[in-house]
């Protein structure tokens, strides 16, 4: 995609709150945390992890920045982290920053909560396979007491999906789908060899597990918290597919203020 055809937003933006909102803060903390990790790094060394470790590309997106890390969340949904190094011109300690821009036709539908917690847990990824160091939480094959109220909060509306959205969903959510028996069965790379895999059943509800050669390059907590964006974005589709239906509360939760207030939508709860 050429930088012509390219149209970034901000974080605020996406809030839409008409005032710096908590998640500019949280982004400007992250950006500083993690900002020593990357001032000595060479660049084909970043290059490598970013491309290969991250799956994303290591780019110039026009903001005169040294160099932006670009990775999909999902498609039409684009990450960029900007790095610009100007010395202590100012006098105040600070050397360089990180600036965090958005683009895709699907970002602003995604809310400032999901994006801003991506967003650290890939700084925290980038850091650890910058430093060589092991993650400490690999409990993959235990829920959390969060992922099991999310499981049980988002189910009901996959009932409404049909084999028509088959193609339409994988297409909309970058992932392999199989219609089965008993429901519908999801499976997505999150990262480089590293897989989630969504099971949902007309009984039992929903179900998530995770595969890969390289999950162990990321902490349980981490990979849960990229699974539930993904059930989120689920629910995006099936809310936009069905919006003439009566749907769950829960799925009108899963945009973001200015997507909302766009679709004039009176009915989302915090």
Same mark, same amino acid.
């Given at each position: 995609?050429?930088?012509?055809?390219?149209?970034?937003?901000?974080?605020?933006?996406?809030?839409?709150?008409?005032?710096?909102?908590?998640?500019?803060?949280?982004?400007?903390?992250?950006?500083?945390?993690?900002?020593? &990790? #990357?001032? /000595? @790094?060479?660049? $084909?060394? %970043?290059?490598?992890?970013? +491309?290969?470790?991250?799956?994303?590309?290591?780019?110039?997106?026009g903001f005169n920045e040294d160099w932006t890390i670009t990775i999909e969340m999902f498609p039409d949904v684009v990450i960029h982290i900007a790095y610009t190094y100007f010395g202590d011109e100012f006098g105040d300690g600070i050397e360089?920053?990180?600036?965090?821009?958005?683009?895709?036709?699907?970002?602003?539908?995604?809310?400032?909560?999901?994006?801003? &917690? #991506?967003? /650290? @847990?890939?700084? $925290?990824? %980038?850091?650890?396979?910058? +430093?060589?160091?092991?993650?400490?939480?690999?409990?993959?094959?235990?829920?959390?007491?969060?992922?099991?109220?999310?499981?049980?909060?988002?189910?009901?509306?996959?009932?409404?999906?049909?084999?028509?959205?088959?193609?339409a969903l994988s297409d909309f959510l970058g992932a392999k789908i199989w219609q089965t028996a008993e429901g519908w069965r999801i499976k997505r790379e999150l990262l480089p060899e590293i897989y989630t895999e969504i099971i949902w059943d007309?009984?039992?509800? %929903?179900?998530?597990?995770?595969?890969?050669?390289?999950?162990?390059?990321?902490?349980?907590?981490?990979?849960?918290?990229?699974?539930?964006?993904?059930?989120?974005?689920?629910?995006?589709?099936?809310?936009?597919?069905?919006?003439?239906?009566?749907?769950?509360?829960?799925?009108?939760?899963?945009?973001?203020?200015?997507?909302?207030?766009?679709?004039?939508?009176?009915?989302?709860?915090?």
């Amino acid at each position: 995609m050429s930088q012509k055809k390219r149209e970034f937003m901000t974080i605020g933006q996406i809030d839409a709150t008409g005032i710096r909102g908590p998640h500019e803060k949280e982004l400007e903390d992250i950006g500083k945390n993690k900002i020593d &990790t #990357f001032k /000595d @790094i060479e660049f $084909d060394e %970043l290059n490598k992890i970013v +491309k290969h470790d991250l799956g994303g590309v290591l780019e110039n997106i026009g903001f005169n920045e040294d160099w932006t890390i670009t990775i999909e969340m999902f498609p039409d949904v684009v990450i960029h982290i900007a790095y610009t190094y100007f010395g202590d011109e100012f006098g105040d300690g600070i050397e360089a920053e990180f600036k965090f821009y958005f683009s895709g036709q699907k970002v602003s539908w995604v809310p400032g909560e999901d994006s801003a &917690t #991506f967003i /650290d @847990i890939i700084m $925290d990824f %980038l850091e650890r396979r910058i +430093k060589n160091t092991e993650v400490f939480e690999k409990n993959y094959d235990q829920h959390t007491e969060l992922m099991e109220k999310v499981l049980k909060q988002r189910t009901d509306p996959f009932r409404v999906l049909k084999s028509k959205d088959k193609k339409a969903l994988s297409d909309f959510l970058g992932a392999k789908i199989w219609q089965t028996a008993e429901g519908w069965r999801i499976k997505r790379e999150l990262l480089p060899e590293i897989y989630t895999e969504i099971i949902w059943d007309h009984d039992s509800g %929903l179900d998530i597990s995770f595969s890969g050669e390289n999950l162990e390059n990321i902490g349980s907590y981490h990979i849960e918290l990229l699974g539930i964006f993904t059930i989120n974005h689920i629910l995006r589709f099936i809310t936009i597919e069905y919006e003439t239906e009566e749907l769950p509360d829960i799925c009108y939760v899963m945009f973001s203020r200015y997507f909302t207030k766009e679709k004039n939508w009176e009915h989302r709860r915090a």
